[in-house]
């Protein structure tokens, strides 16, 4: 693990930490008109889960294609630093590299990750984490896009199973806090990605 940028010291560590990221890869940033009906973060035995629900001002099709749009959430999500295709399924997943930086106390660390995403019509995207090349041990992401009223929701499920055990020095509330403002973020960025998708349709 590292310090962020911004601060001076320094932790040496394996990296316990990079699987993190799966929670909170789905974009990120700008502050927005977000609604969160629901954000619960939650830990187990077996690793993490986040249990969200909210509301976007962006038409439902500019978030499915924003969702959709993997290599292209790099522009819009800072602690995204890479996002690669690898290639398709015969049964039409797609498998992505994916690597991504998360900030846990005063220590930040990259993960990498490998995932095989599906989406399934009309509004489903469900992803699976795979062990190989991956510091997460398992994993798995499952998103559904539907309309509300001119609004768009946005239900999310997401489990994160650790590679490594964590750090015991780490508060177990750093880790929490973490991904709940990482999923904000995401909410966020989710909705300006869109917005600008939106706007650039109409003025065609």
């Keep these: 693990m590292r310090p962020p940028r911004s601060v001076g010291c320094r932790?040496?560590?394996?990296?316990?930490?990079?699987?993190?990221?799966?929670?909170?890869?789905?974009?990120?940033?700008?502050?927005?008109?977000?609604?969160?009906?629901?954000?619960?973060?939650?830990?187990?035995a077996s690793g993490f889960r986040v249990?969200?629900?909210?509301?976007?001002?962006a038409p439902r099709e500019a978030v499915l294609a924003t969702l959709l749009d993997y290599e292209g959430q790099v522009r819009v999500a800072p602690f995204i630093r890479s996002?690669?295709?690898?290639g398709a399924t015969p049964e039409g997943s797609t498998l992505v590299r994916l690597v991504t930086e998360i900030c846990i106390g005063p220590f930040c660390t990259d993960v990498r990750q490998l995932q095989l995403l599906r989406f399934e019509p009309p509004?489903?995207?469900?992803?699976?984490?795979?062990?190989?090349?991956?510091?997460?041990?398992?994993?798995?992401?499952?998103?559904?896009?539907?309309a509300a009223g001119s609004r768009t929701r946005v239900?999310?499920?997401?489990?994160?199973?650790p590679a490594r055990r964590l750090p015991s020095f780490l508060p177990a509330r750093w880790i929490l806090n973490a991904l709940?403002?990482?999923?904000?973020q995401s909410g966020e960025g989710l909705e300006a990605m869109a917005g600008k998708m939106a706007a650039a349709s109409r003025s065609r």
Excluded at 15 to 37: D, I, K, M, Q
Excluded at 123 to 146: C, H, K, P
Excluded at 180 to 184: E, F, K, L, V, W
């Design 11 to 44: 932790l040496p560590g394996p990296g316990a930490l990079r699987w993190l990221a799966l929670l909170s890869a789905l974009l990120a940033r700008p502050a927005g008109a977000v609604e969160f009906e629901r954000l619960e973060v939650t830990q187990a």
């Design 51 to 57: 249990e969200a629900s909210l509301l976007l001002d």
């Design 83 to 86: 996002v690669k295709i690898l």
């Design 123 to 146: 509004g489903r995207l469900r992803g699976i984490q795979l062990r190989a090349g991956s510091d997460l041990a398992s994993g798995y992401t499952d998103v559904e896009v539907t």
């Design 155 to 161: 239900r999310i499920e997401a489990v994160a199973r």
């Design 180 to 184: 709940r403002n990482q999923a904000r």
